[in-house]
T-cell receptor, first 111, second 114 residues
């Protein structure tokens, strides 16, 4: 079955700097890659997703890149702000199948 | 994005009692809903997949007689934790699938069993 590895587990960046979180997946059939942000005591919130037919997607300060050959995808957050502090989860799935989550990255934005 | 609600947001119960958690899709119909469990500082663990009008599919290691799932309509799924014990204390989160793959999550329910 699919396995998703996520790094780093913890990331601290200075406010205004960029943050990058990387994930790898094992099943080459996976074609959908969402990213979720989870704040303390709340459910995960979908922040961006990418499908296998594109290599990059951007939404304001957030971007995701996908390398199907290498089976890895990354989340990039630019101009980080205090409200970006949260736990971020990457995930992978084959359409209509269950989503497999990474173990999460705890992002701290330092003042 | 699509909105998913859960009720209650938190519940405290005595050991041996049963607790029901509701998951609703507010502005869309969801043929498939999912139930997850999350322990502190850990990732989400899928418990079961719930399809409207049919029996839920449970993940390996999840007791189907303990965690009863009902998906009676396209907007409502319920999880009942039967004969709850302290080890069942956790954060339970549902999600609803829109289209082929996108899942939207509810705000979660924190269960504490005394």
């Amino acid at each position: 079955g699919e396995n998703v590895e996520q790094h780093p587990s913890t990331l601290s960046v200075q406010e205004g700097d960029s943050a990058v979180i990387k994930c790898t997946y094992s099943d080459s059939a996976s074609n959908y890659f969402p990213w979720y942000k989870q704040e303390l005591g709340k459910g995960p919130q979908l922040i961006i997703d990418i499908r296998s037919n594109v290599g990059e997607k951007k939404d304001q300060r957030i971007a995701v890149t996908l390398n199907k050959t290498a089976k890895h995808f990354s989340l990039h957050i630019t101009e980080t702000q205090p409200e970006d502090s949260a736990v971020y989860f990457c995930a992978a799935s084959i359409e209509d199948d269950k989503i497999i989550f990474g173990k999460g990255t705890r992002l701290h934005i330092l003042p | 994005g699509a909105v998913v609600s859960q009720h209650p947001s938190w519940v405290i119960c005595k050991s041996g009692t049963s607790v029901k958690i509701e998951c609703r899709s507010l502005d869309f119909q969801a043929t498939t809903m999912f139930w997850y469990r999350q322990f502190p500082k850990q990732s989400l663990m899928l418990m079961a997949t719930s399809n409207e009008g049919s029996k839920a599919t449970y993940e390996q290691g999840v007791e189907k007689d303990k965690f009863l799932i009902n998906h009676a309509s396209l907007t409502l799924s319920t999880l009942t934790v039967t004969s709850a014990h302290p080890e069942d204390s956790s954060f339970y989160i549902c999600s609803a699938r829109v289209g082929g793959d996108t899942q939207y999550f509810g705000p979660g329910t924190r269960l504490t069993v005394l």
